[in-house]
């Protein structure tokens, strides 16, 4: 089993803070963005809003979500020490899982991959980020 990762919240206002703690650097990532795109403060101001500056925090925090890799037989024993409900996405016919706990909502939301593991934790991570944590942030 393979862990990789940063932010792994064990609670609700655990994950608030890691969400808030990462707005900065959305700041950042967009303005530095807008600016290799030639943006001139005109255009800056229309077209960088808000929601731009939100997105961005949404994405980066998704991505820096600790996901844990393996094949079946290690998923289901890790999901055996632990009582979550686990939702699972994918092909019950493939040999790999990609999860995601978070224990403050007692769930486990997991995503089965034959290859491709980067892209299944990509997946699973925006997944993870709307179905547990999106509703947590705008609450």
Request: hydrophobic content about 40%; charged content about 30%; proline content about 3%.
């Amino acid at each position: 089993m393979e862990r990789e990762g940063v932010f792994a919240p064990e609670t609700a206002a655990e994950a608030r803070e890691l969400y808030e703690s990462v707005g900065p650097t959305a700041q950042v990532v967009v303005r530095e963005t807008a600016k290799a795109m030639d943006f001139d403060r005109a255009e800056y101001r229309e077209r960088v809003t808000g929601e731009v500056i939100e997105t961005a925090r949404d994405a980066l925090f998704a991505s820096l979500l600790v996901v844990h890799r393996g094949d079946r037989e290690e998923f289901e024993a890790w999901c055996a020490d632990r009582d979550a409900e686990v939702t699972t996405v994918g092909s019950e016919d493939v040999d790999n899982v990609v999860w995601h706990h978070a224990p403050f909502a007692d769930r486990v939301l997991a995503a089965t991959y034959q290859q491709e593991p980067e892209a299944a934790a990509g997946t699973l991570r925006r997944q993870v980020f709307g179905r547990v944590y999106r509703e947590l942030f705008e609450a």
